[in-house]
């Protein structure tokens, strides 16, 4: 998934803050950064597989990490 061509954005920053959060943290964090629905939600699906590559957030079902990929 890739940005529109000049939006700034700091990655880094974004998953260091972010680190340990549930979804709705790193939901609530793109709320300024975004001004319409859909890059907001194309902000917040690139920072969560970011989240999830650098193994900062895991899911969980009922107490139990979910195995697999990220594209799965």
């Known amino acids: 998934m890739k940005l529109p061509d000049g939006f700034k954005f700091d990655f880094?920053?974004?998953?260091?803050?972010?680190e340990g959060r549930n979804l709705q943290s790193?939901?609530?964090s793109t709320e300024s950064l975004a001004k319409t629905f859909e890059l907001r939600k194309?902000?917040?699906?690139i920072l969560f597989?970011?989240?999830?590559?650098?193994?900062?957030i895991k899911?969980?079902?009922k107490g139990i990490f979910l195995e697999g990929t990220?594209?799965?």
Do not use: Q
């Open 49 to 56: 597989e970011r989240l999830l590559e650098n193994n900062l």
């Open 12 to 18: 880094v920053e974004y998953c260091n803050a972010l």
């Open 42 to 45: 194309k902000v917040f699906f």
């Open 26 to 28: 790193v939901w609530w």
């Open 59 to 61: 899911l969980a079902k």
């Open 70 to 72: 990220i594209s799965e």
